[in-house]
């Protein structure tokens, strides 16, 4: 079963002290981006990225409308980021280890296309790595790779940008929130959210 994401932007029009209101810029429009998930908010971490916020609970000044977002009570992981972490990104950072999932491409004669990456993969990839291979990339050293024909596995470090370089939405949703920040202020955005598996 995958984990999706929900939640919400809240501003504070009127600096410390006055409520959250929620905004319309919403996480609706986000798919589900393991990597993305993990850099901000640890879940689902297979790339091993360092957490901007995790694990932090909501908020206990968010605005009513956003409660009224929960739906399940199969949420879990519920968090805030505030706009001045999210400014505060090195997106040139490397994760401190390579990627759990190996990276699958397809080789082609305009060099090597990103089919994908995953922690299990299929009878290809055991033929050459062997039956009681791994399938784990944290159990071999950056650069590891296997080939069969026209594809090969590698074993990657992903660096902070390839998150939005993989997700337009997310980059967007970024965009506006910078937008909100100039207008209310740094300390005065945040993105609540939580997760639903």
């Known amino acids: 079963m995958g984990t999706d994401i929900a939640g919400g932007v809240e501003i504070r029009p009127n600096g410390p002290g006055s409520p959250w209101l929620l905004t319309d810029a919403g996480v609706d429009d986000l798919p589900r981006h393991y990597d993305a998930f993990g850099l901000l908010f ?10 901007v916020s995790p694990g932090r609970g909501l908020p206990p000044d968010a605005s009513t409308e956003l409660l009224a977002l929960q739906l399940s009570d199969y949420e879990h992981d519920h968090t805030w980021v505030a706009w001045t972490e999210l400014a505060r990104i090195d997106w040139t950072a490397q994760a401190p280890r390579v990627d759990d999932r190996i990276h699958e491409y397809e080789l082609t004669s305009d060099g090597p296309i990103l089919v994908g990456k995953a922690g299990h993969h299929g009878r290809a990839w055991r033929a050459v ?35 939005l370089r993989g997700d337009p939405p997310l980059r967007a949703l970024l965009d506006t929130m910078r937008d909100l920040a100039e207008r209310h202020g740094d300390d005065n955005v945040r993105l609540v959210v939580w997760f639903d598996s």
């Open 42 to 51: 640890g879940v689902r971490n297979y790339a091993g990225f360092e957490p």
């Open 129 to 163: 790595a062997g039956e009681d291979a791994d399938p784990r990339g944290s159990s071999y050293p950056e650069g590891t790779q296997w080939r069969a024909f026209d594809r090969m596995w590698r074993v990657e470090r992903l660096c902070q940008g390839d998150v």
